[in-house]
């Protein structure tokens, strides 16, 4: 009897536990925690609205009893948690980590197994992760799938990319959740080899707005052993469930207890300008790792390398073999006289950039190896030390030291990551040997040898590996094609840009659409800055490249804005210096913005429509705005009242004029000076595929 009844006690417990809940630290959002029926549940109110219906939580495990259903809830732990804390570099010189948190001890009632799932609710939001304790029970195991879900209250309007495990290099598409299946096949890029997962899968960061005005994005930090998290939707039921990148033979993940999950992230307001201010991202990752990081500086700089991009110049030495040779024989090669990474050529951008206060010159193409990799050699891969024959490497050293200006290195690991890793000592070293401290590294091309995606748990590993042998040489990180940030850049910060995301480059592969700068800040800028290599003046690609018809669609004004919008404390002045010269009006915005801040504000921010930013210099009282508008044309409406009261400035506005236009006028700019105070109120024209930029000083 005894043991029927206690049977019976367990049962009930399974059935229904108690209900738990925490409030956000100022009452605005409301959490709810039950186990129904032995499956974990939660859900998410704001202001007493539904943002996260009732979701169910949990994982399947590969070869053995999933972590889904059968759980009791057998202790519960709620705190409080406030500090203030400083970034290295930033959009804002102190960060409030303040939450509510509450943490669920699960126990699985057959297996005996423990898992803790750990909330914590912020005024702007919500993180949660799973977390498997050291036990007995649970100590190595294979991810199947996770099946973290994120239930919509409707069909809401969404900007997305297509689920991919080796790209996020997409247009972003604007529809409803329930029109993503039908449009999937029109968002995948047309020369794109990768292949979206399924017809409903996304991309996180993924930005979403309610019909009555609620502003949703989901997202994960603190991505560290463990695999990028994808989201599924059941288009029917408007349920999201994540999806992980799996490894070569499919399993999504290989755990060892004590472990945990990354955190998955719920940001809402009724603001827009709130989800993008919001540090959550940020505040989930840890501390900083290092003690001293006096080396870490923000770069701004320019490079060698729009000019390849758009076809001008060439990364390799010479033409491409017809015959396969092994590993190149240099000498018996002939110039190609495009090869832009040559001593002399580099010279003219090291003296532009000590010129105009740049801090760092990129040259791409500059080693060995381009011939071979775009023939797709077997033989040979890049080895990150040797220059080709017209690139003296000490020369280039030593006349940059002269001139005030560090050379920054660019190593293109061509998805060879077991070489990159065989070589990463000696290029680093060599980088310290030569002047340089900061690298852009690339991962362009499927990844070898074992079949790996850029976004797999393997990969994920790599990156972080990177970063940290990259500090041991106090040396900072620009990574391309890697996988998306999610906020590591406050725990490493050395890791001073990503791309992961269609760039300026694709100006020059049949262009961004217009809007494209309007959501990317919703998006991917929510787990980090973005290299998005802005400041392009020559709109017109064939000018450089007769056989490339492309345009920059973004008036010449808004290029200006990015600088602005677009934060990032590593930001490029990405045209050539010969066309700069030819402007050297507007390239004055470009000299004068900073790269690192003391505040931020949003003025105006609509997703997909505009975004204006006023961001204050660090150490001084000079503020800096800047705006980005879609196609359509707008006026924007502005108030300068955070300006400090009973000051006087200076504010030089570059805009469009009224004539301008992405399409066919995109270099109508003008400029002018004004004096501003606190008090004052500006309307700024913005033509489609335009904006303006604001330099404000303190008038001395």
């Known amino acids: 009897m005894k043991k029927q009844l206690l049977f019976l006690l367990i049962l009930l417990l399974s059935v229904s536990a108690k209900a738990e809940e925490i409030k956000s630290p100022n009452g605005k959002f409301i959490l709810n925690f039950e186990v129904k029926n032995g499956v974990p549940v939660y859900k998410l109110q704001m202001n007493g609205k539904a943002v996260i219906k009732e979701s169910k939580l949990g994982l399947e495990l590969k070869d053995t009893e999933s972590l889904l259903?059968?759980?009791?809830?057998?202790?519960?732990?709620?705190?409080?948690?406030?500090?203030?804390?400083?970034?290295?570099?930033?959009?804002?010189?102190?960060?409030?980590?303040?939450?509510?948190?509450?943490?669920?001890?699960?126990?699985?009632?057959?297996?005996?197994?423990?898992?803790?799932?750990?909330?914590?609710?912020?005024?702007?939001?919500?993180?949660?992760?799973?977390?498997?304790?050291?036990?007995?029970?649970?100590?190595?195991?294979?991810?199947?799938?996770?099946?973290?879900?994120?239930?919509?209250?409707?069909?809401?309007?969404?900007?997305?990319?297509?689920?991919?495990?080796?790209?996020?290099?997409?247009?972003?598409?604007?529809?409803?959740?329930?029109?993503?299946r039908g449009l999937m096949d029109e968002a995948i890029t047309p020369n794109s080899s990768q292949t979206p997962f399924s017809a409903t899968g996304v991309q996180t960061s993924l930005m979403m707005k309610t019909d009555d005005g609620l502003y949703i994005n989901l997202h994960e930090a603190a991505l560290v052993e463990y695999s990028c998290m994808h989201l599924e939707l059941d288009d029917k039921n408007m349920i999201f469930e994540s999806y992980l990148t799996p490894d070569a033979i499919g399993n999504k993940g290989y755990m060892q207890a004590p472990c945990h999950s990354p955190w998955r992230t719920v940001i809402a307001s009724d603001n827009a300008a709130d989800v993008l201010m919001s540090h959550i991202t940020l505040n989930l990752n840890e501390p900083c790792a290092y003690e001293n990081t006096s080396w870490i500086k923000p770069v701004k700089y320019i490079g060698v390398w729009w000019e390849m991009i758009t076809g001008k110049s060439s990364w390799a030495y010479a033409d491409i073999p017809s015959v396969k040779l092994g590993k190149t024989d240099y000498s018996k090669l002939k110039p190609n006289g495009k090869h832009a990474a040559n001593t002399a050529h580099v010279k003219t951008y090291i003296d532009f950039a000590a010129q105009h206060g740049f801090d760092a010159v990129l040259v791409e193409g500059w080693n060995e190896g381009w011939e071979d990799w775009h023939r797709k050699s077997k033989d040979y891969v890049f080895d990150f030390v040797t220059p080709y024959p017209d690139f003296d490497m000490g020369e280039l050293r030593d006349y940059a030291k002269s001139k005030g200006v560090r050379m920054m290195m660019h190593h293109e690991t061509s998805g060879a990551v077991r070489n990159y890793e065989r070589h990463m000592d000696q290029a680093y070293q060599f980088m310290v040997d030569n002047g340089y401290n900061s690298v852009k590294s690339g991962y362009v091309g499927n990844i070898i040898p074992r079949g790996e995606t850029h976004y797999g748990q393997w990969m994920v590993n790599h990156y972080l590996y990177a970063l940290k042998k990259a500090a041991d040489y106090k040396i900072m990180v620009n990574a391309h094609e890697a996988v998306r940030p999610t906020g590591l850049c406050r725990t490493y910060p050395n890791l001073i840009g990503n791309e992961?995301?269609?760039?300026?480059?694709?100006?020059?592969?049949?262009?961004?659409?217009?809007?494209?700068?309007?959501?990317?800040?919703?998006?991917?800028?929510?787990?980090?800055?973005?290299?998005?290599?802005?400041?392009?003046?020559?709109?017109?690609?064939?000018?450089?490249?007769?056989?490339?018809?492309?345009?920059?669609?973004?008036?010449?004004?808004?290029?200006?804005?990015?600088?602005?919008?677009?934060?990032?404390?590593?930001?490029?002045?990405?045209?050539?210096?010969?066309?700069?010269?030819?402007?050297?009006?507007?390239?004055?915005?470009?000299?004068?913005?900073?790269?690192?801040?003391?505040?931020?504000?949003?003025?105006?921010?609509?997703?997909?429509?505009?975004?204006?930013?006023?961001?204050?210099?660090?150490?001084?009282?000079?503020?800096?705005?800047?705006?980005?508008?879609?196609?359509?044309?707008?006026?924007?409406?502005?108030?300068?009242?955070?300006?400090?009261?009973?000051?006087?400035?200076?504010?030089?506005?570059?805009?469009?004029?009224?004539?301008?236009?992405?399409?066919?006028?995109?270099?109508?700019?003008?400029?002018?000076?004004?004096?501003?105070?606190?008090?004052?109120?500006?309307?700024?024209?913005?033509?489609?595929?335009?904006?303006?930029?604001?330099?404000?000083?303190?008038?001395?």
């Open 69 to 180: 259903d059968g759980f009791t809830l057998t202790k519960t732990d709620k705190s409080t948690f406030d500090e203030t804390w400083k970034p290295v570099w930033g959009e804002v010189k102190e960060i409030r980590n303040h939450y509510n948190e509450m943490a669920l001890t699960l126990t699985q009632n057959a297996s005996q197994r423990i898992m803790l799932i750990r909330f914590r609710l912020f005024d702007d939001g919500l993180g949660f992760r799973y977390e498997f304790p050291e036990q007995d029970k649970l100590i190595y195991f294979v991810i199947k799938e996770e099946r973290t879900q994120f239930a919509m209250t409707g069909d809401h309007k969404a900007f997305w990319i297509p689920g991919d495990f080796d790209t996020q290099e997409y247009s972003y598409q604007t529809s409803k959740l329930s029109e993503i």
């Open 500 to 700: 992961s995301a269609r760039g300026t480059e694709y100006e020059s592969f049949g262009g961004n659409n217009p809007d494209h700068t309007t959501i990317l800040p919703f998006t991917r800028l929510i787990g980090g800055p973005m290299d998005y290599t802005p400041g392009i003046f020559e709109t017109d690609i064939s000018k450089y490249n007769p056989n490339n018809n492309s345009y920059v669609r973004s008036t010449l004004a808004r290029q200006l804005a990015l600088y602005v919008t677009m934060y990032s404390p590593l930001q490029m002045a990405a045209d050539l210096p010969e066309t700069y010269n030819k402007y050297l009006d507007a390239f004055q915005f470009i000299k004068d913005v900073p790269v690192d801040w003391d505040d931020t504000k949003v003025l105006e921010a609509e997703p997909g429509d505009y975004i204006t930013y006023a961001r204050k210099q660090k150490d001084a009282d000079n503020w800096f705005v800047g705006r980005t508008n879609d196609e359509e044309a707008r006026t924007s409406k502005i108030k300068l009242d955070f300006l400090t009261p009973g000051k006087k400035y200076i504010a030089t506005i570059y805009s469009d004029k009224k004539d301008a236009h992405y399409k066919n006028n995109p270099k109508a700019y003008e400029i002018k000076q004004i004096k501003v105070n606190s008090k004052t109120k500006l309307s700024q024209y913005c033509a489609p595929g335009g904006g303006y930029a604001i330099s404000i000083m303190e008038k001395k």
